[in-house]
């Protein structure tokens, strides 16, 4: 089960009270105070871990406590200190505050312990309030109370490239042939419904994530099919791949321009990230007269050496040229022959690697 978004009440521990006691030992007459202090409560932190990528784990779990300190005992003992609590959540973790919606937190670097709430200082024992006109005490402080928040956790992965096409245009199957995720694949709208992520290895030593969103249908901005729910999963990404599906009755200019105004629609920024095009299902239709009307508008030309692709003259790469406006490559690629998979991934690396 994936779940994005949570909503969990969260407190560090109280401090531990300091304890009223005086020294009772043979010989020794009105033995003097010697309470000693209480533990601080236990703090509470967030630890990202990159071997989780859901938040499903709280699921039925709404609220968590870290231990509270240990009361102080006589011969000045110290009470113990309260556990901390560490709370671990995958890699793009947002955490707002649900009294104001103010973002916390936003976790993002693998193995990051972040301090969240400080647990409550432990209370001063009787020893400390020994005075020349008070020489029994008979008071000790309290512990003090730990710090409650209801906060919102939010996922949103952290990928480097983030497919971005119509319900059934060959995302899932292309996902699954270039990495590791097994998504469900089916030859019916809206296979996907949560948003998978798979590792796509170039060698031994270079491979970048790739992420999968369900499909988005025209007026998905207005609530319409599901993607624009999980738009947010590939606001992070370096790259956008737009898979355009040849066989689809929809015309390819037209797929291509109600995707990018549904990312318009939902972040300005999502839709100038720098991208690419791919044409799937290209075994089941060669039509190069309807590719390369599509190609004009961007200043294509066919590579007559690796048929159905295409890259910009001299610029080819350069994403300072693009600005969100010009695709970095086009590419007609098919993942059940296996056509130009091993093209694609290498333009694809080319696109996010650093300069």
Not at 41 to 64: A, E, M, P
Not at 91 to 107: E, K, M, R, S, Y
Not at 151 to 156: F, G, N
Request: net charge positive; with cysteine; charged share 25%.
């Amino acid at each position: 089960m994936f779940i994005d978004s949570v909503e969990i009440l969260v407190s560090s521990g109280k401090g531990g009270a300091g304890a009223i006691s005086f020294r009772k030992e043979k010989f020794v007459i009105n033995g003097g105070p010697d309470g000693g202090d209480g533990g601080k409560g236990g703090d509470v932190y967030f630890k990202i871990d990159r071997n989780t990528n859901t938040l499903s784990h709280f699921r039925g779990h709404k609220i968590f406590k870290a231990h509270n300190g240990k009361s102080g005992m006589g011969r000045n003992k110290y009470g113990k200190k309260g556990d901390d609590l560490v709370i671990v959540v995958p890699p793009g973790t947002q955490v707002f505050d649900l009294q104001n919606n103010a973002l916390l937190f936003d976790l993002i670097d693998e193995g990051e312990l972040v301090l969240f709430l400080q647990g409550g200082k432990g209370g001063l024992g009787n020893v400390h309030f020994k005075s020349p006109t008070n020489q029994r005490p008979i008071y000790a402080q309290p512990g003090l109370p730990g710090i409650e928040k209801k906060v919102r956790l939010e996922l949103k992965l952290i990928a480097d490239v983030g497919l971005v096409g119509f319900p059934n245009v060959g995302k899932s199957t292309l996902i699954s042939v270039l990495s590791n995720a097994k998504p469900e694949v089916a030859n019916y709208e809206f296979t996907t419904l949560i948003p998978s992520l798979g590792i796509v290895n170039i060698n031994e030593y270079q491979s970048f994530v790739m992420a999968d969103i369900p499909g988005i249908i025209s007026g998905a901005s207005a609530g319409k099919g599901l993607g624009i729910k999980f738009l947010q999963h590939i606001e992070r990404t370096k790259f956008l791949l737009f898979v355009l599906d040849v066989a689809n009755h929809c015309p390819l200019v037209q797929q291509f321009r109600v995707l990018k105004e549904e990312l318009r629609n939902f972040s300005e920024d999502l839709s100038n990230k720098p991208y690419g095009i791919m044409f799937s299902k290209i075994d089941i239709n060669e039509n190069t007269e309807a590719l390369e009307g599509f190609l004009k508008s961007f200043g294509f030309v066919l590579n007559k050496e690796k048929a159905f692709c295409w890259f910009r003259q001299k610029k080819a790469f350069s994403r300072e040229t693009t600005k969100g406006d010009e695709p970095l490559f086009v590419i007609g690629v098919s993942s059940v022959s296996g056509k130009n998979v091993e093209i694609l991934k290498f333009f694809l690396y080319q696109s996010i690697k650093e300069d």
